[in-house]
């Protein structure tokens, strides 16, 4: 086939497989069965589906999704483009298209046509304009109409339905059943979900186009500009998306003031050291910090909250309580724990004088304008992430396994969470199955008929995580231009490059200068939050991606590595707030590095060198 993976003489390939020629994991063979038919590489479309260069969009699902689970690409991507192709007309990029390929999520941007691009800059500028004049007052009314759908969130109840409906509503003329609330809820939480990603996405392309037009225009102004001197220029802000983290290092300092560290330092920190605390002198008010902390900056997940199993340091005390006897333990060594703000501030206006300096007064004037638009918007490309991902997903997930536990104690699935396993559709049927036989007084069919089937596909889930995405489909394309791919993913030429390089005759690894500095150490391979608890102090973190969760972490170790990732990929942006040497994008770090190796990594060049 034209895409079929090729390699040159010597070995080296030149094209990443066809996602029609690549098979399956053993076990896996019937996978395509679990998605919906909108998010498969379909037969008939091949020739088209083989044309595209897709990437495998690990950075934000580095994991095999379950058929429910598809909500979070589906809904991204569509609200994504909505917001590129018919709200602002944004001119370099429509949307992003997206399919499952093996469980796991691949990407391909939908690029403009050059003379379609210019021809969207008059109304881009107008539409997009209108934001960056307005843009504290959109951005107020912006969290209340999150906040609202959090509260609508919140609000849903899926509860069991009533032997008879009570004779108040027939006095009533009510003429409705318990069933019409639960089905019409299931159709809300859908909504909701899909209103909370449109509002994801209503400021961040524009606000990523601020950024990228001031990456462009010191491009022109100062020819060989590395890529981390302008994101120098905006950092040292205050971000919304690190109070909880900020929260937690409050609360180590208030448990040493109160004499309560001892009680916080135990091994295992869980529900029965907020017991401990509450009987000790003083407990009291530490637990009164506790639970205003809890509302709402613990609505946060060691994930990314893309995933309905993520842990949330809400439901899981343990979680922030072992963040905090960290910090608790660092207190006692004498160390300072906070964000070094000033010295981030400083290094900002130093880098910022020193270019601002080789400008004439009109180029200054200009340059001044588009670092303060870059400035201005620079908060929301990571506060967003605190209200969607984590507190709006974390609500969503949660009702989500209520109704699934609800299904499950009428025998519909054997694991309490198993909807999972059910397209959001055959849910929906599920629970429409399930209100029919209550209604009519008979059985439903769906005991008879999901447990097997949900059995089978755990299998294939399992099957389809034993082995690791291709980085890529298809030949890529001869250089890559597309802008956001670039900032985002990391997805450059020479990483694309590396990725079909042969893994055993690669030496050290390139990858993007996301956060200045070096450092030295023993490489920990992080692949999940649930191996955080692992990481030792002095060891250098590497993984597939990180979550800005993972921040509290930070404190322990001495530079960050990821396989994806570009200059304002979450991990870029945390580490570099966290003064943490960072690079990104590497395609293989996690797969070519174990643990205990040492490495150094170069935050400034973009390099990790294997040292052993």
């Known amino acids: ?33 679990l998605y919906p038919y909108n998010v498969l590489f379909q037969p008939e479309r091949r020739a088209v589906e083989e044309a595209k260069f897709w990437f495998c969009d690990s950075q934000h699902w580095p994991s095999v999704l379950k058929p429910f689970e598809t909500i979070g690409p589906e809904l991204a991507t569509k609200c994504l483009g909505q917001f590129n192709t018919r709200y602002f007309l ?6 992003v298209e997206c399919r499952i390929h093996q469980g796991y999520v691949y990407q391909n ?12 800059v008059p109304e881009f500028l107008r539409r997009a304009g209108y934001y960056f004049e307005h843009w504290d007052a959109l951005l107020d009314n912006w969290k ?36 019409d609330a639960l089905l019409g809820g299931y159709d809300r939480l859908l909504a909701l979900c899909h209103r909370a990603w449109q509002y994801h996405f209503e400021f961040l392309n524009i606000g990523y186009a601020a950024y990228l037009d001031l990456f462009r225009a010191c491009g022109q102004w100062f020819p060989g500009i590395p890529d ?32 309560l560290d001892h009680v916080l330092t135990v091994p ?22 506790w639970e205003t902390a809890r509302d709402p900056w613990f609505n946060f997940t060691s994930g990314n909250g893309f995933y309905a199993d993520d842990r949330y ?79 709006s997903m974390g609500v969503f997930w949660r009702k989500t396994r209520q109704l699934s536990a609800l299904l499950h104690r009428a025998g519909f699935w054997p694991r309490e ?61 001869t250089a890559v231009t597309e802008p956001f791919s670039i900032m985002l993913w990391g997805i450059t030429s020479e990483r694309v490059r590396s990725w079909l390089a042969d893994v055993d005759t690669m030496g050290d690894l390139v990858g993007m200068a996301a956060s200045p500095g070096r450092a030295e150490g023993p490489a920990r391979i992080v692949r999940g939050p649930a191996e955080l608890d692992l990481v030792q102090e002095g060891e250098i973190l590497v993984a597939p991606v990180t979550a800005p969760s993972w921040a509290p972490v930070f404190g322990r170790v001495r530079a960050t590595v990821t396989d994806i990732g570009g200059v304002m990929s979450h991990a870029a942006i945390v580490c570099r707030e966290y003064a943490l040497p960072a690079v990104t994008g590497t395609g293989s770090a996690s797969t070519r590095i174990r643990t205990g190796q040492r490495i150094r990594v170069d935050g400034t060049a973009g390099t990790v060198t294997l040292l052993d």
């Open 144 to 179: 209340r109409k999150v906040l609202a759908t959090i509260v609508e969130l919140e609000a849903l109840r899926f509860t069991e339905l009533p032997d008879v409906q009570p004779y108040e509503e027939v006095e009533r003329g009510v003429g409705l059943d318990a069933a």
């Open 417 to 477: 969470n198993d909807m999972l396993y059910l397209t959001r559709d055959e849910a929906r049927g599920a629970l429409f199955d399930f209100a029919s036989g209550w209604a009519r007084g008979s059985a439903p069919i769906g005991p008879d008929h999901w447990p097997p089937e949900v059995e089978r596909r755990r299998r294939i889930v399992r099957a389809l995580a034993s082995q690791r995405p291709e980085p890529a489909l298809n030949r890529p394309p």
């Open 268 to 289: 295992g920190p869980g529900q029965h050291t907020l017991a401990t605390v509450a009987s000790a002198p003083r407990g009291r008010d530490w637990l009164d910090a």
């Open 313 to 391: 340091w809400r439901d899981e005390p343990a979680l922030p309580l072992g963040y905090i006897r960290d910090y608790v333990l660092r207190l006692r060594r004498g160390e300072y724990i906070d964000r070094r703000v000033s010295e981030l501030v400083a290094e900002r206006d130093r880098v910022t004088g020193e270019y601002a300096a080789l400008l004439d007064a009109a180029q200054r004037t200009d340059f001044e304008a588009k670092l303060r638009l870059a400035r201005q918007v620079y908060p929301y490309l990571e506060n967003h992430n605190f209200y969607i991902e984590h507190w």
């Open 90 to 95: 944004v001119p370099p990029a429509n949307g």
């Open 1 to 33: 086939m034209a895409t079929q993976e090729r390699r040159t003489s010597s070995g080296q390939r030149t094209s990443f497989p066809s996602p029609y020629e690549q098979p399956a994991p053993e076990g896996a063979e019937d996978w395509r069965s």
């Open 109 to 120: 941007p939908v690029t403009v046509e050059p003379d379609e691009a210019a021809a969207r």
């Open 228 to 259: 981390q001197a302008v994101t120098i220029m905006v950092q040292g802000v205050d971000l919304e998306l690190f109070r909880p983290d900020d929260e937690l290092k409050r609360l180590a300092k208030l448990a040493v003031e109160l004499g």
